[in-house]
Nanobody, 122 residues
């Protein structure tokens, strides 16, 4: 059974930074990708970024390019999302998920964490 646990969310002012962590356990992820999604109230869950575990290749949605960085620590089986220059529109619950590739559709991911709230005040 795969378990994903997110942490690092919180309240930050616009222009500030946060680093989210996604700790994975239950299997090896060398042939998988880990994605970050976010969901604001009343909105659909949307893709933010993803990383291929073995190659380290990454993909971002346009709205976070240059502000967010996804990375991984193989030894700790953890994926990070460094978020900088945060904007109020980044406010959402952030989820990490495991899937077979760098997909942008949430339905293509098989395992999900419980989410962590990020709130950016103006």
């Amino acid at each position: 059974q795969v378990q994903l646990v997110e942490s690092g969310g919180g309240l930050v002012q616009a222009g500030g930074s946060l680093r989210l962590s996604c700790a994975a356990s239950g299997r090896t992820f060398s042939s998988y990708a880990v994605g970050w999604f976010r969901q604001a109230p009343g909105m659909e869950r949307k893709f933010v970024a993803a990383i291929r575990w073995n190659y380290g290749s990454t993909y971002y949605t346009d709205s976070v390019k240059g502000r967010f960085t996804i990375s991984r620590d193989n030894a700790k089986n953890t994926v990070f999302l460094q978020m900088s220059s945060l904007k109020p529109e980044d406010t959402a619950v952030y989820y990490c998920a495991v899937g077979a590739g760098l997909y942008t559709e949430y339905k293509q991911y098989d395992y999900w964490g419980q989410g962590t709230q990020v709130t950016v005040s103006s």
